[in-house]
Every structure is written in C-alpha cells, then in structure tokens.
C-alpha cells in the first residue's frame, strides 16, 4: 500500500507544462545567467573615453535632429544623475585642461614657453605645490656676483628686523618706528614686434627711473607711555615685523611685551594683544593665510588668527627664551631656544612636538661630514687671510642657537652664536650637516682693549679670535637657496645639495668672482679682515639683523629681490657696536642667460624642480 512517505521523490513532483513555445513575443527574454537585461535609460552616458576626452561635440553626435530644447535639458539633467565618480572626476580634468588652453591663448606665448611649460607638468607642479611637496633648485639659475645694490634709511636707530609684501617693504628700529616703503618697479622690457623671438635679457634692461625705495608712511612710539595701558603704540624697541601675504596686515612685537597689529593701508593700529609676559622676539605668519606664529622670552610660541584678530593658543615645551620661529604652508612651525640649544617643531593640529638638540661643534669632528658631491667645509685660524681644512682647525662649542628658516616641510637650518650654520631634517634629532664658523672670526682684541692696566701683559691678555654669530638667516621656500647674515660686510649665500644632506657656498651677494677662480668656489672665512676699517670695500656696513627675500615674475624668471635690515647695533642689545650707517639694503638678483646655466651638464635655466616625497 502506497502513501506518501513511501512514494518515491520523483513521482511527488508535478509535471510542469512546456509552455515557453506559447509565451507571446513581447515578454522579456531570460538570459543564460537567470537575470532580465534592464535598458539603458540614456545611452549618451555610455559615449567611449577616447570619444568624450576628444571634445563635447562628440556628445550630440547620436542626438536626434529633431529633438526640442526640453528633451535635451531632460538628457543633461539624467546624464548628471547617471554620472559615476570616475565620469565626474574625468570631467573635471577635461575642464582643468581647457581653462589652461585658454589661459594660454589670451596671454600668449612662444614656442619656447610651451616647450618648458608642458601642460602635463604644469598639473604635476599645481598638486605639489598645493600640497606643499615642490621643490626647485634655483640656486644655480642665479647670477650673484651681478646683483645690484641699493641703500635707503631714515634718521632712526638702529634697524632690527623688515618685512616684504611686494611692493612694499616694512622696517622697524629700536626708537619704537615703524616705516611703510615701496620698492621701485622693476624695469619692463620694450615692446618688440611678434616677429622678433629674441627677448632682451634682464641685465640688458635699462635701469629704473627710481631706484631707491620711497618712504609712503610712517608712525612712531613714545617710551613715556610705557604706564599707559590705553596707549595705542609700543613703548619700548619694536624688535620684529611681519606683513601678511594678502598685504591687508601688518604685525610687530616689541621688548614693551605688545603684538600690535596694524592696518596696512594707513598704519592704523587693530588690536593690541598683551598675552606675552615678557618681549616678543619673532613673528613669523604661516604661508597663505592670516594665521600668526609669535615667540617670547617668557619660553612661549603662542598662535593667532586676524581674520578673527583673536588669540587661539599656547605652546609650551622650550627651556629657555624662544628667539626665533618660522613657519610655511603646514599648521606647524619651528622655533628655536637660544641657550637651551634645542629647535622645535611644533605640530600645532596633533599637539605634538618634535625636539632637536644642537650644542655641538666642541671638539667632534664627526658632525662636519663632507660628502663628496660637495665643497670641502674650510675656517679660519688665527691669520684672517688664510685658511686651513676642519680637520687641523679648532672647533667652537655651541652655546646658543639664535636663527631658524625653514626650507620645506621636512627640512630647516639654523645659525648659532659660534658661527655654524647647521642643516636639519625631520627625520633624525642631530644636524644632518653642519658648516662651522661661517662668516670667519674676528680678530682677538687688542691688548688695551682688553685689559684695564696701564701697561697690559701682551702674553696673558692677548685672546684667541671668536667665531661670528649667524645674526641673520633666511631661504627661498620650497627652493635650495640659503642666505645668511653677520657683521663682516657680506651676505653669503648657501645651496642646499640635491639629496639634502649638505650645504655648500656659492659665495657672497654683490661680490664679483675672484680673478683665476671659478664662480661657486668660494671659501669659508674667505671676507675675513674685509672690514671699513681695514679699507676694504664690503656690500653692507655694521651687523645684518634681518633678511627677506621674495621672487620676481612668474617662479623668479625676472629674477629675485632681497632687503636686508642694517643696524650698529645688535638687534637684541649693545654687545657691540660697528661702524656703519642704520638703514637697509636692496639687492636685485638678476637671472643668468641660458647659455650660461647648466647643472651637471644639462640645462636649467629656469630652474629644475622636483616633488618630494613625504
């Protein structure tokens, strides 16, 4: 007897009826795969890569002749719903192209331009450096030896720091004055025909009717109002400038313990911030934007923002006055501590910070490493016209790092009171390089001077010669170039090794090559004795406070400019006093020809630029 548990499972089944012959023709068609196609509602969006990058023309090609206006906005509207991320983003880059297309239409061009100027490493050069991460090497692009100089000053003391905001260049001094000057216009090459491609270089301009800056405004303080908390104004030296890169601000820190912020336009001041509680040392605004970075003898870095001229915060950490701080695109920067002989940088977002000792140079000769694809490092013995090899010369310990200049994001360098001039990296807590007694010594004081007898013992008094201090730093962002400052008369001017493991000189600015040396073989210590009063000629007279330096024309092509502050003094005191004149210097730094330019056998003239990697 059959049931249901014992019939077998085949006969359970009911018999399914072949009914695929008598389904009408216009069902849908099952594929192999089981799932129904589903059509495309819009077949413009599948439109091939090579069609679309090829032009928007393309894209009507399918378009119906009779279409109206309404069902084409209806087309557009469902091929940006049906748009993919890889479609949009290719879009974008279509676009990009075509504005660069134009651009380059308006302005105009020639075929060397274009030939420099590929649009393919044109977009590689706009990411990087947005991103922080291009590096070029100018130094070799430029003709020191054939800069220009030109001095301008005001009856003021002596002149501590000067900022730039082309074309305007601001300088503060110790009589609490703040200075407002504007740099003459470079000169502009001729109208020449478009048939003629030969442009005149810049050494072939003719000069400026003006060469020396005017002075546009100026405002000055009142050391009597130092109990006068009301009082608009320092009342004590200004000691540091710093000019926003959108021009609209301008700030300055005094030893009266004030961060004033002031109105560029008419010198009015803003706000005046009393957070310090001791003398503002440096300012320094990071790239691009109004946030402002100062430092303080009272061991601070503390942070501002203008846009909102309000205080944001305070970083701790340093064990001794904070003199110096710089700071580029990233929101962090890196400061220096005088004696505690530390730099550090400071990740503002992270609150974190990254410390690197100095205070070395006391004997070790393991820290002046001269790799070979640079000049031997070289200093000076007692004779100030001779010079001997590191490794037969003394050494001087480091007791104070007093400058800091940042050359990217990864890497800085920094001047300390025994002459060195050291190269940092991010990655390693000691100086990658470092070039001791940069500027040379000077020459051991005499016996009346250094004595207070009548008749000094010449053996016990007589001293050994002392190591300039690096009083002055500054770079070229993103760039090789390095310039330095002291009291022997010269700016000296460093480039930083394509591996960025060296530093090497390439000698002093405004200076012509020595007869029977080729250019870039410059010395350490070779400006010894080329002091006023030995009667030798020497580019600025008395101790380099500050350096700014900017670039002219599109990425330096027209050269570069760089103003010096010159005073008799110190910026931070009267240690010493040197003749010369309060005031600053200009010096236009003319681009070399194309024939001239060459780097290890090729090309640069424009200056041949890389993208680091982080």
């Known amino acids: 007897?059959?049931?249901?548990?014992?019939?077998?499972?085949?006969?359970?089944?009911?018999?399914?009826?072949?009914?695929?012959?008598?389904?009408?023709?216009?069902?849908?068609?099952?594929?192999?795969?089981?799932?129904?196609?589903?059509?495309?509602?819009?077949?413009?969006?599948?439109?091939?890569?090579?069609?679309s990058i090829s032009g928007s023309g393309s894209e009507d090609v399918d378009a119906p002749r009779g279409s109206s206006d309404k069902e084409q906005g209806r087309s557009s509207q469902s091929e940006s719903d049906d748009e993919t991320g890889a479609q949009r983003r290719l879009r974008l880059a279509e676009q990009y192209l075509e504005n660069i297309k134009e651009e380059i239409e308006t302005v105009g061009f020639d075929a060397e331009d274009v030939d420099r100027d590929l649009i393919a490493e044109r977009l590689k050069e706009d990411v990087a450096a947005t991103k922080g991460k291009l590096y070029r090497h100018i130094a070799s692009t430029l003709d020191f030896s054939s800069a220009s100089k030109t001095s301008f000053r005001a009856n003021t003391q002596s002149t501590t720091s000067v900022a730039v905001c082309p074309p305007y260049v601001y300088t503060v001094s110790?009589?609490?004055?703040?200075?407002?000057?504007?740099?003459?216009?470079?000169?502009?090459?001729?109208?020449?025909?478009?048939?003629?491609?030969?442009?005149?270089?810049?050494?072939?301009?003719?000069l400026p009717s003006r060469r020396r800056p005017t002075k546009v405004l100026y405002t000055r303080g009142n050391h009597h109002e130092s109990h006068n908390s009301k009082f608009q104004h320092h009342t004590a030296p200004i000691l540091n400038v710093a000019a926003s890169a959108d021009g609209k601000f301008v700030a300055t820190g005094g030893a009266d313990k004030r961060l004033i912020i002031w109105l560029a336009a008419d010198l009015k001041p803003l706000r005046i911030f009393t957070q310090h509680r001791d003398a503002v040392t440096g300012l320094a605004f990071r790239k691009g934007t109004n946030q402002l970075y100062s430092c303080s003898k009272d061991r601070t870095i503390k942070t501002w923002s203008l846009d909102e001229l309000g205080y944001m915060e305070t970083l701790f950490g340093h064990q001794d006055e904070v003199v110096d701080v710089a700071a580029l695109a990233l929101e962090r920067c890196v400061s220096v501590g005088a004696r505690d002989r530390t730099a550090r940088l400071w990740k503002v977002v992270e609150e974190s910070q990254l410390v690197f000792r100095g205070g070395g140079g006391g004997g070790s000769e393991k820290k002046h490493r001269n790799p070979s694809n640079h000049l031997p490092t070289t200093t000076v013995n007692g004779d100030s016209t001779t010079t001997t090899t590191s490794s037969s010369s003394r050494s001087y310990a480091e007791g104070s790092i007093d400058r800091v200049a940042m050359i990217d994001e990864e890497a800085f360098i920094t001047g300390s009171d025994n002459g060195g001039l050291s190269l940092w990296s991010l990655h390693k807590k000691k100086p990658v390089f470092t070039i001791p007694v940069a500027h040379g010594l000077d020459p051991p004081l005499k016996p009346e001077e250094a004595s207070a007898e009548a008749v000094p013992d010449v053996v016990k008094v007589t001293g050994e010669p002392q190591p300039r201090w690096i009083t002055a730093l500054a770079t070229v962002p993103y760039t090789d170039l390095v310039l330095s400052g002291s009291w022997d008369g010269w700016v000296r001017i460093w480039r930083v090794g394509e591996d960025k493991k060296g530093i090497e000189s390439l000698g002093m600015l405004g200076r012509r090559n020595v007869l029977g040396r080729k250019e870039g073989e410059f010395e350490t210590g070779e400006a010894d004795g080329?002091?006023?009063?030995?009667?030798?000629?020497?580019?600025?007279?008395?101790?380099?406070?500050?350096?700014?330096?900017?670039?002219?024309?599109?990425?330096?092509?027209?050269?570069?400019?760089v103003v010096v502050a010159v005073g008799k003094e110190h910026r931070f005191g009267r240690w010493k006093t040197h003749k010369g004149k309060n005031g600053a210097v200009v010096f236009g730094v003319p681009p070399k020809l194309a024939s001239e330019v060459t780097t290890n056998g090729v090309n640069a003239a424009h200056g041949d630029s890389t993208e680091t990697e982080s």
């Open 1 to 51: 007897m059959s049931s249901f548990f014992t019939t077998p499972a085949s006969q359970k089944k009911r018999k399914r009826n072949d009914t695929s012959a008598t389904l009408p023709s216009n069902k849908k068609r099952i594929t192999a795969s089981g799932s129904i196609p589903r059509p495309s509602k819009n077949r413009t969006a599948k439109i091939p890569r090579d069609e």
């Open 174 to 206: 110790k009589d609490i004055t703040l200075i407002k000057w504007e740099l003459p216009e470079p000169p502009k090459p001729p109208p020449s025909s478009k048939k003629s491609k030969n442009k005149p270089h810049p050494k072939n301009l003719p």
């Open 530 to 561: 080329m002091q006023d009063e030995g009667g030798e000629e020497v580019a600025v007279r008395g101790v380099i406070n500050d350096i700014e330096v900017f670039e002219r024309g599109d990425r330096g092509k027209d050269g570069l400019c």
